[in-house]
């Protein structure tokens, strides 16, 4: 039985996990294509205007799977961290799914409290799934009545975690969701399964080289060669890791010499302790990292600039020092809109700083002008400012 999971919203955090989950419970993961034209025009055919432009992409993704899918995974993540939620739109995501794809199974993944599932089950009158056709979901893809997960989890749930654990650690060593997936991909091979503990990458199964990463940390080869150009990007994974939604901006840095820094690249408790002193804690996952990275790589910048003028203008390494901010959110989003003027608050008057909103109409030609005219800030030295 094959399994659709999109590559869309959340894959970007746990989809290797999801892989390994369902791979270990003896289906057959399928990822959908990287976004392209045709997947985000079926998604904003389909959805209503209201939603914002990854939740549509999320949507096209779905339509995608439906050709060559038996079943399309949809999560329903109300919660991934301790007091803290995702948006309101993810617990309505399964709902909205299936009213787009009546006739196609859907699993739902739903978890209120870490990204492990309290349930994995597919509703009943789902697509054409019923009677003996739903008996081989049983205990894989269908919690109990009481939503408690069966003894027969224990192994697609162990796969989960480990899998996840060696992808974040890869993500903390500066490799991009991409380039750790494929990684992941690699080690799922290894006899004896991937360390978890050492996040090694053995050679013989991938080559890191391949992907233009060094182990330990991001390639200045790759990246580029030009000294002190660091950049730091905050936003939702899904804004900053989707090539085609946000019309290649990633790409256009690294061509442009810079070396990136993103929220899933930086300690946990470093981030942590960066918000310390807000006179409300952020509720938000994702608004509480891109916070949290904005004023972390603020705090770091001076000490940053100080060490590079030191070095003679050679390039330094530091964990968060960065020569500007750049913040990518969609149009749409209600929290973004007030994580935002926090951050630009945070940034804006010590560091270059630029605020990218996304949707559907936005153009490749005019965002790389703005990301010009932000280079070109950098490059003043000392000079700050929201563009």
């Not at 994995?120 to 109990?144: K, Q």
């Not at 020092?321 to 959110?329: E, N, P, R, S, T």
Request: aromatic content about 8%; overall charge positive.
């Amino acid at each position: 039985m094959k399994v659709g999971i999109p590559r869309a919203l959340l894959y970007y955090w746990y989809g290797p996990a999801w892989k390994a989950f369902f791979s270990a419970a003896g289906l057959e993961p399928v990822v959908s294509p990287p976004t392209n034209k045709a997947i985000m025009t079926a998604g904003l055919k389909a959805a209503i205007d209201e939603i914002c432009l990854p939740v549509k992409v999320f949507i096209g993704h779905c339509l995608e799977l439906q050709k060559t899918c038996d079943a399309v995974l949809v999560p329903r993540l109300t919660s991934v961290a301790r007091k803290e939620y995702t948006c309101p739109k993810f617990m309505g995501l399964p709902d909205m799914v299936r009213c787009l794809l009546p006739r196609t199974p859907v699993i739902i993944w739903e978890s209120t409290g870490g990204f492990l599932p309290e349930r994995v089950w597919t509703p009943p009158g789902s697509g054409m799934v019923s009677g003996r056709e739903y008996l081989p979901l049983a205990g894989v893809a269908r919690g109990n009545a009481h939503g408690q997960l069966p003894g027969r989890m224990k192994k697609p749930l162990a796969a989960a975690r480990k899998a996840h654990t060696v992808y974040t650690g890869l993500l903390r060593r500066g490799y991009l969701p991409e380039e750790a997936a494929a990684i992941c991909d690699g080690l799922q091979g290894e006899p004896g399964g991937v360390n978890p503990e050492k996040h090694e990458v053995k050679p013989g199964w991938v080559n890191p080289e391949r992907y233009g990463v060094a182990p330990g940390g991001i390639n200045p080869d790759r990246q580029g060669t030009k000294p002190g150009r660091v950049i730091g990007l905050v936003g939702h994974p899904y804004c900053l890791y989707d090539s085609f939604v946000n019309t290649g901006i990633l790409r256009f840095l690294q061509q442009e010499g810079c070396r990136l820094l993103t929220p899933e690249m930086l300690p946990e408790g470093e981030i942590a302790m960066a918000l310390k002193g807000l006179p409300k804690a952020v509720y938000w996952t994702m608004g509480r990292l891109a916070l949290g990275a904005s004023r972390l790589f603020r705090a770091h910048v001076r000490t940053y600039a100080h060490a590079r003028e030191q070095a003679g203008g050679a390039g330094v390494t530091g964990v968060a020092g960065v020569d500007g901010v750049i913040h990518v959110a969609a149009f749409a989003c209600g929290p973004e809109a007030l994580i935002g003027e926090l951050s630009k608050r945070e940034c804006s008057r010590e560091i270059p700083y630029l605020q990218i909103y996304l949707d559907e109409h936005s153009g490749e030609a005019g965002l790389h002008t703005r990301l010009e005219a932000f280079l070109d800030l950098v490059e003043g030295r000392g000079q700050a400012g929201c563009v």
